[in-house]
């Protein structure tokens, strides 16, 4: 029931009541759900390397594909996932500073994964109609990046102590 709630607030993105309520989750739901997430949009690789009839892996059979596909797709695929959003968090954190927000890391981080929501469900939808190109990526990466952006300007400015 969470991660629906999480699904739907985190399409809703960047309204200011689906934010907040997004910040109430715990950054371990959060995680969970990215891995859910990547889960589902490796499904479509899997069904190709299952359907494979030629070539590396077509004799194999279906439990070392699915290990296979485990080890060497969705592994590195949620390692790579993870280091971006964490870079994306970054530069989130750069700049929240110049706009002289307040939000910690860990916040950033977490909105930033929410903001992967809609790009990764894209991904998926094209992805089963055809073959998707590498600039969707670079598509998706600028996306969370200006969405971040958008939620950063929502928080208010720091006050400035005299």
Not at 30 to 55: C, D, K, Q, W
Not at 60 to 78: D, E, G, H, R, S
Not at 132 to 156: C, E, G, H, K, Q
């Amino acid at each position: 029931m969470i991660f629906w709630r999480v699904l739907v607030n985190s399409i809703k993105l960047p309204k200011k009541d689906a934010m907040f309520q997004l910040n109430r989750v715990g950054l371990d739901i959060a995680v969970v759900y990215n891995f859910i997430l990547i889960f589902i949009i490796s499904i479509p690789s899997l069904i190709e390397r299952l359907t494979i009839s030629n070539g590396f892996g077509s004799e194999m059979n279906v439990a070392f594909t699915f290990i296979y596909f485990f080890m060497f797709y969705y592994l590195p695929l949620t390692v790579i996932i993870f280091i971006t959003l964490s870079l994306i968090a970054y530069i989130g954190s750069l700049i929240a500073k110049i706009m002289k927000r307040k939000l910690h890391y860990s916040l950033l981080w977490k909105m930033c994964s929410f903001t992967t929501t809609i790009p990764f469900l894209l991904y998926i939808v094209l992805s089963l109609a055809f073959p998707v190109n590498d600039i969707y990526l670079f598509a998706a990466f600028l996306y969370t990046i200006i969405l971040l952006v958008r939620m950063i300007s929502i928080y208010p400015k720091r006050r400035e102590r005299k």
